[in-house]
């Protein structure tokens, strides 16, 4: 599928972000085949773990410009943008940060597996059962 180049102009949680795309449109994003704990969900508590996966989130996106690449659907229930979210230059060697999977490596999102868009669940799933053999994020700390 398609990739584009977007700057993010907010983020609103560990998981969602906000961008504008190259034709000034703006766009919800939501990040495919990870679930962060929430911290902005009207009518639910922030959950533990919530304001880490955000700050991180912050840290690694804000501001930023990120590469958007696409899987089987593109847009969610709430008419989210589905995307898998790189950050150019920032991983090993100078490649890009696969955002979605540091978020999972970190022990900071679960996996959310929803078909047709599952290209990295296998991945996805190693890296959290890894986070969670060694205790990190959420599985340190979190019920």
């Known amino acids: 599928r ?9 983020v609103i949680d560990g998981d969602t972000i906000e961008v504008r795309l190259p034709d000034d449109g703006e766009e919800d994003v939501r990040y495919i085949g990870i ?3 929430e911290t902005v969900k009207p ?11 955000h700050a991180v989130n912050e840290r690694l996106v804000g501001g930023r410009t990120v590469t958007l690449r696409f899987d089987e659907e593109d847009r969610d229930a709430y ?3 589905l995307a ?4 150019p230059g920032a991983g090993t060697g100078g490649g890009p940060l696969f955002v979605n999977a540091e978020l999972v490596r970190r022990g900071l999102a679960r996996t ?12 996805f799933d ?18």
């Open 43 to 53: 009518d639910t508590p922030v959950q533990c773990g919530g304001p880490k996966a």
């Open 35 to 37: 679930d962060t704990p």
């Open 126 to 143: 190693r890296l959290a059962a890894r986070a969670g053999a060694a205790g990190r994020g959420l599985w340190g700390r979190c019920p």
């Open 84 to 87: 898998y979210v790189y950050l």
């Open 112 to 123: 959310l597996t929803i078909e047709p868009n599952d290209s990295f669940a296998a991945l």
């Open 2 to 10: 398609g990739s584009v180049r977007a700057q993010v102009t907010d």
């Open 79 to 81: 008419d989210r943008l």
